[in-house]
């Protein structure tokens, strides 16, 4: 399990009992408290600790589903819900709870909707960051990122601004994002990234995301290229959920949910370990013709199987507050919606676990039912409706074949590393 992007080494000891010892920093980073649980699974060479799920690590606040834009990727168009905006009543009730939570979980400030429509979320960015919660993250289309809201959110000591940007080219983005223009968002993140401190280190980090379709895929190394320019550190690359039959064309991956080189633990599928090696024209086809092969890959050691069954909402200790203050496990959650698993289009219920106004975070988080959803997300024993997807159960997050109660995850897209967010 990880918190950070940084590489970091310690060492546990075997004491004279026989026990593994885990140093006490390491133990509280990852919520290792007298009595929690972990998962462990075994590797080639390790053994994979769990985070246990009793550790809340990051809150995300969904301010708003209001937005600007409309965009042909956004969830916002398989659903029926009125448009809503978090009161402030919420935020303080959120805030009240979490300054009773020792340490203080990360906040990430996005959902479906977009943040800087709501003319508080810059106000709370500032209240958390006052509050000493260590890292506070935003998502935003920038368009309405002009100079005065970027002085206020560096001032409101943000440390991540994640961007959507879908095109290279004006007439690529615009084709995903309906209503802005790219121009005039390079406009404001350079200006952005100017405003920032100089360094080689300069707050807010800028990552930018980018959903990935049959139309735009030609423009991922341009994205990245762009946003070198105006110094992103981190590029966040996740497929299309389609929420409108018109979208089913545009997924690029409908082969590899079957896909032998993403299938991990199967005993029939021959396994092919590759060395990190230089990708150019020399080795591109042969590597093109490798992937393809029909083998179970494994890369330096990494088995490209392990994003299968994972939950990284569950793995992450998140818990998502919508915009009208219930809890929900996930994005996906927090809204009831339509997506499609292969051809067949399916509903998603909304599933949350109470509201903020009845109580608090912490009670909310160790809810014994919400306990036992994450304890079966962490096994993940629902039935494996994205590989077989054949019946009427899957056009829905009701049932499924294993008789798993309500919400099953086996229809969830983001559960086999097919749809991410940053
Ligand atoms: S910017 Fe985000 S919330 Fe707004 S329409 Fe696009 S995808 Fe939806
Ligand atoms: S598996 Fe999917 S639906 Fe289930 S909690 Fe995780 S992200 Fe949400
Ligand atoms: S519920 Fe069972 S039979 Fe139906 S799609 Fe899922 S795995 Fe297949």
Do not use: I, Q, S, W
């Given at each position: 399990m990880t918190v950070s992007t940084k590489p970091t080494t310690a060492w546990a000891q075997v004491n004279e009992q026989g026990d593994l010892v885990i140093p006490r920093d390491v133990a509280m980073r990852y919520g290792l408290n007298p009595?929690?649980?972990?998962?462990?699974?075994?590797?080639?060479?390790?053994?994979?600790?769990?985070?246990?799920i009793t550790q809340l690590t990051k809150i995300y606040i969904e301010p708003t589903v209001s937005c600007n834009l409309d965009c042909i990727t956004c969830f916002r168009n398989g659903w029926n819900e009125p448009n809503g905006r978090m009161s402030d009543v919420s935020f303080e009730q959120i805030f009240e709870s979490l300054k009773t939570l020792d340490p203080l979980p990360s906040v990430y400030f996005g959902g479906i909707g977009e943040p800087l429509?709501?003319?508080?979320?810059i106000e709370w960015i500032a209240r958390l960051k006052q509050l000493g919660v260590s890292k506070v993250e935003m998502i935003t289309n920038a368009t309405l990122l002009d100079e005065t809201r970027s002085r206020q959110l560096i001032d409101a000591g943000l440390d991540m601004l994640w961007v959507s940007i879908d095109g290279a080219t004006p007439e690529s983005y615009a084709d995903v994002r309906l209503g802005a223009e790219l121009p005039h968002v390079l406009q404001n993140l350079r200006r952005f990234d100017k405003m920032r401190k100089a360094g080689h280190f300069p707050k807010p980090e800028i990552g930018v995301a980018f959903v990935a379709m049959k139309r735009n895929i030609d423009q991922l190394p341009k994205v990245i290229k762009l946003g070198r320019s105006f110094r992103a550190k981190h590029f966040s690359v996740s497929n299309v959920q389609p929420a409108s039959s018109d979208m089913l064309d545009e997924r690029l991956y409908m082969h590899t949910l079957m896909d032998s080189a993403y299938l991990d633990g199967s005993k029939n599928v021959p396994r092919l370990s590759l060395p990190k090696m230089d990708i150019n024209e020399i080795t591109r086809d042969a590597l093109f013709a490798a992937f393809t092969s029909g083998c179970n890959i494994n890369l330096a050691g990494q088995n490209w199987g392990g994003a299968s069954d994972v939950c990284n909402f569950v793995e992450g200790g998140t818990m998502s507050i919508a915009w009208d203050g219930y809890a929900a496990p996930c994005w996906a959650l927090m809204h009831t919606h339509t997506s499609f698993l292969k051809e067949k289009q399916l509903t998603n219920q909304r599933h949350v676990i109470g509201n903020i106004a009845e109580r608090s975070l912490l009670d909310l988080w160790l809810d014994p039912e919400y306990l036992a959803?994450?304890?079966?997300l962490h096994n993940f024993g629902f039935a494996p409706c994205t590989f077989c997807g054949g019946c009427e159960l899957a056009e829905g997050n009701q049932e499924d074949c294993f008789s798993n109660p309500s919400p099953v995850?086996?229809?969830?897209?983001w559960a086999q590393g097919v749809i991410q967010c940053p």
């Open positions: 009595g929690a649980k972990v998962r462990l699974d075994e590797g080639t060479n390790f053994v994979r600790m769990h985070r246990p429509v709501h003319n508080r979320t959803y994450r304890e079966r995850c086996g229809v969830c897209l």
